[in-house]
Nanobody
Framework: QVQVVESGGGLVQPGGSLRLSCVAS????????AGWYRQAPGKQRELVAR???????NYADSVKGRFTISRDNAKNTVNLHMDSLKPEDTAVYYC?????????WGQGTQVTVSS
């Protein structure tokens, strides 16, 4: 059974930066397109960014120019570097494949942007 573990969240002031990391057991992140998602209170989970096996990336309009997704196939990890954070970025962040697999949702990591 594949396990996905996210880390790196925390409390940061507006304008600050955070780097999220995700590691999965097995080789899923080496082969398939991976994505970072987020879910804010009272809202549906949304795709933030995705990265193909060859490294091509796509971003939601709301984070374009501020977030950078990357992958390390040797370590089976996917990372999300977030700059210029805004209060509206506050959410629980998850990684999964794109499209996501229900059984691969982890616990997520909380990101709170507040002064």
């Amino acid at each position: 059974q594949v396990q996905v573990v996210e880390s790196g969240g925390g409390l940061v002031q507006p304008g600050g930066s955070l780097r999220l990391s995700c590691v999965a057991s097995g080789s899923i992140f080496r082969i398939y397109t991976a994505g970072w998602y987020r879910q804010a209170p009272g809202k549906q989970r949304e795709l933030v960014a995705r990265i193909g096996s060859g490294g091509s990336a796509n971003y939601a309009d709301s984070v374009k120019g501020r977030f950078t997704i990357s992958r390390d196939n040797a370590k089976n990890t996917v990372n999300l570097h977030m700059d210029s954070l805004k209060p509206e970025d506050t959410a629980v962040y998850y990684c999964n494949l794109f499209p996501p697999m229900q059984s691969y949702w982890g616990q997520g990591t909380q990101v709170t942007v507040s002064s």
